[in-house]
Structure formats: C-alpha cells, structure tokens
C-alpha cells in the first residue's frame, strides 16, 4: 500500500487489491496492528521532570505518560510479572502524590533499558486532572511552535 501526503492520507490499493478495507484485512495483519496501535496520547517524560511511581518502597522513573498508563524503566531487569495486579502505587506529578492502581501490560527492552507499561485501572478525579493538565502541556511544547 502506497500512502501519498497532500491535504490528509490517501491509500492506494495494494497489489493484493485490499486497499484501506478494514474487512480484507486477514486476522494476522489485524493481531499485528493490534501490538502497535495504542489509545491516546503519550506524552514523552523527561529525566529532570518530577514524575515518578514508587511501587511498594520502590521508585520508579517514569519515560512516558497517558490519560490510561504510565511506562517507566525497571531499576533491575525481570523484576515486574507481565499482567501483575498493583495496587497502592503512588504516582507524583505536579508537585503532588496520588494513590493509583495498575496492572502490567507489558516488558521490553529498547536495548538499553528494561521497560514496564502499566495499564491505570484505578485514578482519582483529582489525578486525572493533573494527568491531563500534564498532557496538555506537553502537546503544547511539542505540537506548538
């Protein structure tokens, strides 16, 4: 599929004639999209923000963050279950700390570091705020010149 750049997309069917079709799409293809395609918005976190998660008496630094989940670096490889229920974290973002609950969707490593996302099933109102505040800032500095 060829993808032209103009006012918006364009796809160009591909040789196997399926095009931009949503039902041609085999089950394989789909399940890869899947893996790669996330919800929302992450916001890139830098070292020197004051973001963090302690999980138990463990802090984490945090690399990324989103209305629905937080990705951060594991201090010591393999020490996080993939699908783990965590309850009690604490999240710090702006200054304040909010009692959050999780459960690990998945570990990588991007060949220098060992990574742990971490699906938010639990956010206080006030949390929540502060995480969309935090977003929106961040789309600012980086999509506003």
Do not use: W
Not at 57 to 75: C, K, M
């Amino acid at each position: 599929m060829d993808i032209k750049f103009g006012h918006g997309l364009e796809f160009d069917p591909d040789e196997e004639g399926q095009g931009d079709s949503l039902s041609a799409m085999t089950p394989e293809r789909e399940a890869a999209l899947e893996q790669i395609v996330r919800d929302g918005f992450r916001a890139p976190v830098a070292l020197s923000e004051p973001v963090s998660l302690v999980v138990g008496t463990t802090q984490y630094l945090v690399y990324n963050l989103s209305g629905r989940g937080i990705g951060i670096y594991l201090n010591q490889p393999r020490e996080m279950l993939e699908g783990a229920q965590l309850q009690g974290l604490s999240l710090s973002i702006e200054g304040q700390s909010f009692r959050v609950d999780g459960v690990v969707k998945h570990l990588s490593n991007d060949g220098i570091h060992d990574l742990c996302g971490i699906e938010l099933t639990s956010i206080p109102e006030r949390c929540r705020d502060a995480i969309t505040r935090y977003l929106q800032q961040t789309r600012n500095t980086l999509f506003i010149p």
